[in-house]
Protein backbone atom coordinates (compact mmCIF):
# COMPACT_ATOMS: atom_id res chain seq x y z
CA UNK A 1 0.00 0.00 0.00
CA UNK A 2 1.25 3.54 -0.93
CA UNK A 3 1.37 5.82 1.22
CA UNK A 4 0.97 9.45 0.33
CA UNK A 5 3.44 12.15 0.99
CA UNK A 6 2.36 14.98 3.41
CA UNK A 7 3.33 18.30 2.38
CA UNK A 8 4.13 20.91 4.95
CA UNK A 9 3.29 24.40 4.70
CA UNK A 10 5.00 26.79 6.32
CA UNK A 11 2.36 29.25 6.68
CA UNK A 12 -1.40 29.44 5.35
CA UNK A 13 -4.49 31.63 5.89
CA UNK A 14 -7.95 29.82 5.65
CA UNK A 15 -11.37 31.95 4.62
CA UNK A 16 -9.67 35.37 4.97
CA UNK A 17 -11.58 38.23 5.34
CA UNK A 18 -10.40 41.85 5.56
CA UNK A 19 -12.72 44.46 5.74
CA UNK A 20 -10.60 48.41 6.54
CA UNK A 21 -13.75 50.99 7.36
CA UNK A 22 -17.24 50.69 7.60
CA UNK A 23 -20.80 51.69 6.26
CA UNK A 24 -20.95 52.61 3.24
CA UNK A 25 -16.93 53.26 2.37
CA UNK A 26 -16.18 49.99 3.66
CA UNK A 27 -13.47 48.29 1.68
CA UNK A 28 -12.83 44.30 1.14
CA UNK A 29 -9.47 44.06 0.70
CA UNK A 30 -10.12 40.04 1.39
CA UNK A 31 -12.74 37.77 0.54
CA UNK A 32 -13.02 34.29 1.80
CA UNK A 33 -9.18 33.59 1.22
CA UNK A 34 -7.68 30.32 1.56
CA UNK A 35 -4.49 29.44 0.57
CA UNK A 36 -1.13 27.59 1.58
CA UNK A 37 2.63 28.37 1.42
CA UNK A 38 4.72 25.14 1.17
CA UNK A 39 7.63 24.75 2.92
CA UNK A 40 10.93 24.77 0.96
CA UNK A 41 9.20 26.88 -1.72
CA UNK A 42 9.72 30.48 -3.44
CA UNK A 43 6.04 31.53 -3.71
CA UNK A 44 5.06 35.28 -5.20
CA UNK A 45 1.84 36.81 -4.69
CA UNK A 46 0.73 39.14 -7.74
CA UNK A 47 -2.69 40.39 -9.26
CA UNK A 48 -3.73 44.18 -10.19
CA UNK A 49 -3.39 47.17 -7.90
CA UNK A 50 -5.75 46.96 -4.93
CA UNK A 51 -6.23 43.10 -5.69
CA UNK A 52 -5.76 42.38 -1.67
CA UNK A 53 -1.88 40.97 -2.54
CA UNK A 54 -0.17 43.15 -0.31
CA UNK A 55 -3.05 42.95 2.73
CA UNK A 56 -3.02 39.17 2.07
CA UNK A 57 1.11 38.90 3.37
CA UNK A 58 0.39 41.63 6.21
CA UNK A 59 -2.15 38.97 7.40
CA UNK A 60 -0.51 35.74 7.08
CA UNK A 61 2.93 36.97 8.49
CA UNK A 62 1.23 39.14 11.68
CA UNK A 63 1.77 42.16 10.44
CA UNK A 64 -1.76 42.95 10.46
CA UNK A 65 -5.23 41.19 11.80
CA UNK A 66 -8.01 39.74 10.13
CA UNK A 67 -11.48 40.93 10.53
CA UNK A 68 -12.71 37.19 9.61
CA UNK A 69 -11.44 33.67 9.50
CA UNK A 70 -7.53 32.34 10.26
CA UNK A 71 -4.03 32.78 9.98
CA UNK A 72 -1.31 30.19 10.59
CA UNK A 73 2.57 30.22 11.05
CA UNK A 74 3.19 26.09 10.88
CA UNK A 75 0.42 25.12 12.78
CA UNK A 76 0.10 27.95 15.11
CA UNK A 77 -2.85 30.12 14.78
CA UNK A 78 -2.14 33.86 14.87
CA UNK A 79 -5.80 34.78 16.40
CA UNK A 80 -4.93 33.14 19.33
CA UNK A 81 -1.62 34.75 20.22
CA UNK A 82 -1.78 37.90 23.05
CA UNK A 83 0.86 40.53 21.43
CA UNK A 84 3.50 39.89 23.42
CA UNK A 85 3.48 36.25 21.94
CA UNK A 86 2.92 37.81 18.48
CA UNK A 87 5.99 39.92 18.70
CA UNK A 88 8.13 37.01 19.86
CA UNK A 89 6.67 34.41 17.25
CA UNK A 90 7.49 37.07 14.17
CA UNK A 91 10.72 37.91 15.74
CA UNK A 92 11.49 33.94 15.81
CA UNK A 93 9.94 32.24 13.13
CA UNK A 94 9.28 34.94 11.11
CA UNK A 95 12.00 36.77 8.33
CA UNK A 96 11.27 40.45 6.43
CA UNK A 97 12.68 42.05 3.36
CA UNK A 98 10.88 45.04 2.16
CA UNK A 99 11.45 47.59 -0.75
CA UNK A 100 13.45 49.83 2.34
CA UNK A 101 16.51 48.39 3.17
CA UNK A 102 16.25 49.47 6.76
CA UNK A 103 19.95 48.65 7.65
CA UNK A 104 21.01 50.56 11.03
CA UNK A 105 23.59 53.05 9.38
CA UNK A 106 25.84 52.97 12.75
CA UNK A 107 26.56 49.17 11.97
CA UNK A 108 28.95 47.39 10.13
CA UNK A 109 26.82 45.04 7.71
CA UNK A 110 28.19 41.65 9.86
CA UNK A 111 26.85 43.39 12.64
CA UNK A 112 23.28 44.22 10.55
CA UNK A 113 22.76 40.70 9.65
CA UNK A 114 22.82 39.53 13.34
CA UNK A 115 21.19 42.39 14.65
CA UNK A 116 18.00 40.65 15.15
CA UNK A 117 19.96 37.15 16.70
CA UNK A 118 21.64 40.26 18.85
CA UNK A 119 18.34 41.47 20.06
CA UNK A 120 17.09 38.31 20.74
CA UNK A 121 19.82 37.12 22.76
CA UNK A 122 20.47 34.03 20.73
CA UNK A 123 23.60 32.23 21.90
CA UNK A 124 26.98 32.47 19.26
CA UNK A 125 27.17 28.73 19.28
CA UNK A 126 29.25 26.64 16.29
CA UNK A 127 25.93 25.94 14.64
CA UNK A 128 24.74 29.70 14.80
CA UNK A 129 28.78 30.67 13.28
CA UNK A 130 28.34 27.79 10.29
CA UNK A 131 24.94 29.40 9.63
CA UNK A 132 25.80 32.40 8.84
CA UNK A 133 28.99 32.12 7.50
CA UNK A 134 27.48 29.94 4.40
CA UNK A 135 24.51 32.71 4.40
CA UNK A 136 26.59 35.20 3.76
CA UNK A 137 28.54 33.05 0.58
CA UNK A 138 25.27 32.86 -0.36
CA UNK A 139 24.55 36.63 -0.64
CA UNK A 140 27.52 37.37 -1.54
CA UNK A 141 29.00 39.97 1.08
CA UNK A 142 32.32 38.35 2.30
CA UNK A 143 34.54 41.26 1.01
CA UNK A 144 31.52 43.72 2.44
CA UNK A 145 31.53 42.46 6.32
CA UNK A 146 33.11 45.32 7.70
CA UNK A 147 31.70 47.89 5.42
CA UNK A 148 28.61 50.56 7.17
CA UNK A 149 25.98 51.03 4.67
CA UNK A 150 26.53 54.26 3.44
CA UNK A 151 29.77 52.43 1.61
CA UNK A 152 27.49 49.73 -0.76
CA UNK A 153 24.93 50.18 -3.66
CA UNK A 154 21.64 49.77 -3.44
CA UNK A 155 22.08 46.14 -4.37
CA UNK A 156 24.60 45.38 -1.80
CA UNK A 157 22.06 46.87 0.78
CA UNK A 158 19.43 44.67 -0.23
CA UNK A 159 21.33 41.71 0.01
CA UNK A 160 22.23 42.49 3.44
CA UNK A 161 18.88 42.69 4.63
CA UNK A 162 17.96 39.57 2.72
CA UNK A 163 20.92 37.90 5.02
CA UNK A 164 19.03 39.80 7.78
CA UNK A 165 15.85 38.05 7.01
CA UNK A 166 16.96 34.70 7.17
CA UNK A 167 20.13 35.17 9.68
CA UNK A 168 17.72 33.72 12.41
CA UNK A 169 16.89 30.05 10.48
CA UNK A 170 12.79 31.36 10.55
CA UNK A 171 10.28 29.04 9.03
CA UNK A 172 8.86 31.53 6.31
CA UNK A 173 10.51 35.16 4.81
CA UNK A 174 8.13 37.58 3.68
CA UNK A 175 9.28 40.06 0.98
CA UNK A 176 7.28 43.07 0.06
CA UNK A 177 8.67 43.81 -3.41
CA UNK A 178 11.84 43.26 -2.17
CA UNK A 179 13.32 44.59 -6.06
CA UNK A 180 11.32 47.87 -5.98
CA UNK A 181 13.79 50.53 -5.45
CA UNK A 182 16.46 48.50 -7.54
CA UNK A 183 18.14 48.81 -11.15
CA UNK A 184 17.12 45.29 -13.19
CA UNK A 185 20.62 44.04 -12.86
CA UNK A 186 20.43 44.69 -9.11
CA UNK A 187 17.15 43.30 -8.61
CA UNK A 188 17.78 40.06 -10.42
CA UNK A 189 20.66 39.56 -8.18
CA UNK A 190 18.27 39.76 -4.97
CA UNK A 191 15.93 37.42 -6.80
CA UNK A 192 18.61 35.39 -7.98
CA UNK A 193 19.71 34.87 -3.86
CA UNK A 194 16.23 34.33 -2.75
CA UNK A 195 15.88 31.57 -4.94
CA UNK A 196 19.29 30.15 -4.04
CA UNK A 197 18.50 30.45 -0.20
CA UNK A 198 15.60 28.40 -0.63
CA UNK A 199 16.85 26.02 -3.02
CA UNK A 200 20.31 25.35 -1.32
CA UNK A 201 19.44 26.22 2.36
CA UNK A 202 15.33 25.21 2.21
CA UNK A 203 14.34 28.26 3.01
CA UNK A 204 10.73 29.19 2.32
CA UNK A 205 9.99 32.71 0.50
CA UNK A 206 6.59 34.45 -0.16
CA UNK A 207 6.73 37.25 -2.37
CA UNK A 208 5.00 39.85 -3.36
CA UNK A 209 5.48 41.62 -6.61
CA UNK A 210 4.14 42.89 -9.81
CA UNK A 211 6.88 42.42 -11.91
CA UNK A 212 6.47 39.36 -14.38
CA UNK A 213 9.97 38.79 -14.71
CA UNK A 214 10.73 38.78 -10.48
CA UNK A 215 7.31 36.43 -10.88
CA UNK A 216 9.52 33.96 -12.82
CA UNK A 217 11.81 33.64 -10.37
CA UNK A 218 9.26 31.92 -8.08
CA UNK A 219 8.27 28.11 -8.15
CA UNK A 220 4.73 29.05 -8.01
CA UNK A 221 2.29 32.19 -8.60
CA UNK A 222 -0.50 32.94 -6.37
CA UNK A 223 -2.75 35.51 -7.87
CA UNK A 224 -5.80 37.42 -6.29
CA UNK A 225 -8.57 40.02 -7.65
CA UNK A 226 -10.62 42.05 -6.05
CA UNK A 227 -9.92 40.47 -3.12
CA UNK A 228 -10.11 36.99 -4.00
CA UNK A 229 -7.91 34.26 -4.93
CA UNK A 230 -8.38 33.45 -8.65
CA UNK A 231 -5.39 31.60 -10.06
CA UNK A 232 -2.63 29.52 -9.41
CA UNK A 233 0.49 29.09 -11.98
CA UNK A 234 2.98 26.12 -11.03
CA UNK A 235 6.89 26.65 -13.13
CA UNK A 236 6.00 30.52 -13.68
CA UNK A 237 7.39 32.31 -16.88
CA UNK A 238 7.68 36.17 -17.72
CA UNK A 239 5.49 35.36 -20.81
CA UNK A 240 3.48 33.83 -19.26
CA UNK A 241 2.79 35.80 -15.72
CA UNK A 242 2.17 38.47 -17.96
CA UNK A 243 -0.39 37.09 -19.94
CA UNK A 244 -1.96 36.11 -17.22
CA UNK A 245 -2.23 39.54 -16.05
CA UNK A 246 -3.34 40.95 -19.36
CA UNK A 247 -6.45 38.84 -18.67
CA UNK A 248 -7.02 40.62 -15.50
CA UNK A 249 -7.04 43.94 -17.41
CA UNK A 250 -9.14 42.58 -20.61
CA UNK A 251 -11.93 40.98 -18.77
CA UNK A 252 -11.94 43.86 -15.99
CA UNK A 253 -11.81 42.41 -13.27
CA UNK A 254 -11.37 37.65 -12.98
CA UNK A 255 -12.81 34.26 -11.56
CA UNK A 256 -12.72 32.41 -8.35
CA UNK A 257 -9.96 29.60 -8.97
CA UNK A 258 -11.96 26.62 -10.56
CA UNK A 259 -14.02 28.56 -12.98
CA UNK A 260 -13.48 28.80 -16.46
CA UNK A 261 -9.97 27.98 -18.27
CA UNK A 262 -6.71 28.99 -16.63
Known sequence: MSTATRTRTAARVV????????????????????????????????????????????????????????????????????????????????????????????????????????????????????????????????????HRPSELSGGQQQRVAVARAFAGRPDVVFADEPTGNLDSRSGEEVLGLLGRAVRQMDRTVVMVTHDPVAAAHADEVVFLADGRLVDRMPDPTADKVLDRMKAFDASGGARREGEGPS
Open 15 to 146: DAVKVYGGGDTAVRALDGVSVGFEAGRFTAIMGPSGSGKSTLMHCAAGLDTLSAGSAFIGDTDLSALDDRRLTLLRRDRIGFVFQGFNLVPTLTVAENITLPMDLAGAKDGDASREWIDALVDVVGLRDRLH
